[in-house]
């Protein structure tokens, strides 16, 4: 094993991931288009979300989808760029937007829908030839990660460490 970063082990399991992450997004934005799909690969759980949920403010979506508000509005504004997402000012709340798909959204997410099947089917094969069960533990992970933030888990560990260190012997003089 060459590679830099395997070199370095499980503390850059979030690099790793990363890379992962890009590869499987850079391959579905040269393949969408074959599927019909025009969105953004990163854009299409916001649309999916407002297909399954109807309108919903910016604040909604993003907790919806765990992802930041900024970034969230990046990704409205590609799908307001091509036409799938609209937004108006809540009336009851001017400081709050409403979205909601279009016409020409709504046939996308119909098009990201069937091009989804088979994406959701290499995918588990990439995982499965992995390691079974992998999808699964991921999202234990993630769940993890939720009930004790990665920060938190990071700290006890240390505490630990300092506490076990503390508990040591003195090294014996040479």
């Not at 590869?23 to 999916?48: C, F, I, K, M």
């Amino acid at each position: 094993m060459n590679d830099f970063i395997a070199q370095q082990g499980p503390a850059f399991v979030a690099h790793l991931l990363r890379r992962l992450s890009d590869e499987l997004v850079a391959g579905a934005d040269l393949w969408y288009p074959e599927a019909g799909v025009t969105a953004a690969p990163r854009t299409t759980s916001t649309l999916l979300a407002l297909d399954e949920h109807g309108e919903l403010g910016v604040t909604e979506l993003a907790g919806l989808l765990r992802q930041s508000h900024p970034l969230v509005i990046t990704w409205i504004r590609q799908l307001q760029s091509q036409g799938f997402v609209k937004s108006k000012v809540d009336p009851r709340d001017g400081r709050r937007t409403i979205l909601a798909l279009t016409t020409k959204g709504r046939g996308e997410v119909q098009r990201l829908r069937r091009a989804l099947a088979t994406m959701a089917e290499v995918s588990q094969q990439l995982m499965d030839n992995a390691a079974p069960g992998l999808f699964d533990a991921l999202w234990r992970m993630e769940q993890a990660c939720r009930h004790t933030p990665f920060v938190d888990q990071l700290r006890e560990m240390q505490e630990g460490n300092a506490k076990v260190g503390s508990r040591r012997p003195p090294a014996a003089k040479r």
